[in-house]
């Protein structure tokens, strides 16, 4: 059964903590990429991963940290210094950017809300 | 970098009829539009999408049509059903996909 998952579904954090967000693929993706959705608006690009041990950041880089060490797998910190992290974290992949720059589809994870108390 | 406008923001739609949904981009270079239905709670999925190289994309009751020139892209769902009712999203790449700020359809039974 071919996919990606993300874990937790949820999550609490206390004010102050690192928390780190898990996202696998089995799709034998290149690409693979963390948004950030706030109620009422669209996907924001936190950080994208286009090849292993390799990665940039998105729109929204500052106050998270990445790693990409396997190709199945892109895990998302979001660390203390992130001001407001309540938020539903996606975590998406595709195949690799095309010859001429055709982009492929990009399949999207269940999602994981992150609370902080 | 790319800009990504989408149009409405909420749409209420009786059952049977048609929904009309736009997205304006701002790079001329973009030249992948897909759209994307996120149901409460869920990650979206991919329902369509269109590349630069057509201007119409059909599949049962989904349209996208892509107008180029006026670098706009719109969806078409008709016969809605109550299944419709979700989120939707465009979006458009450049260096990388950006997203529509969504629009919430609600079918009406």
């Known amino acids: 059964d071919g996919g990606i998952t993300q874990s937790p579904k949820y999550l609490f954090r206390k004010e102050g903590q690192n928390v780190t967000l898990s996202c696998e693929q089995n799709l034998n993706h290149d690409a693979m990429y963390w948004y950030r959705q706030d109620p009422g608006q669209g996907l924001r690009l936190i950080y994208y991963?286009?090849?292993?041990?390799?990665?940039q950041k998105g729109d929204i880089a500052e106050g998270y940290s990445v790693s990409r060490e396997k190709k199945e797998s892109f895990p998302l910190t979001v660390t203390s210094a992130q001001k407001n992290p309540t938020a539903f974290y996606l975590c998406a992949s595709s195949g690799r950017l095309a010859v001429g720059g055709s982009y492929n589809e990009q399949f999207f994870g269940p999602g994981t809300r992150l609370t902080v108390l | 970098g790319e800009n990504v406008e989408q149009h409405p923001s909420t749409l209420s739609v009786q059952e049977g009829d048609s929904a009309v949904i736009k997205c304006t981009y701002s790079d001329s270079a973009s030249n992948y539009f897909p759209w994307y239905k996120q149901e409460l709670g869920k990650g979206p999925q991919l329902i369509i999408d269109?590349?630069?190289?057509?201007g119409e994309k059909k599949d049962q009751r989904i349209a996208v049509t892509l107008n180029k020139t006026a670098k706009h892209f719109s969806l078409h769902i008709t016969e809605t059903q109550p299944e419709d009712s979700a989120v939707y999203f465009c979006?458009?790449?450049?260096?990388?996909?950006?997203f529509g700020t969504g629009t919430r359809l609600t079918i009406i039974p």
């Open positions: 269109i590349r630069s190289n057509v």
């Open positions: 979006a458009a790449p450049y260096e990388k996909l950006t």
């Open positions: 991963s286009q090849i292993v041990n390799d990665f």
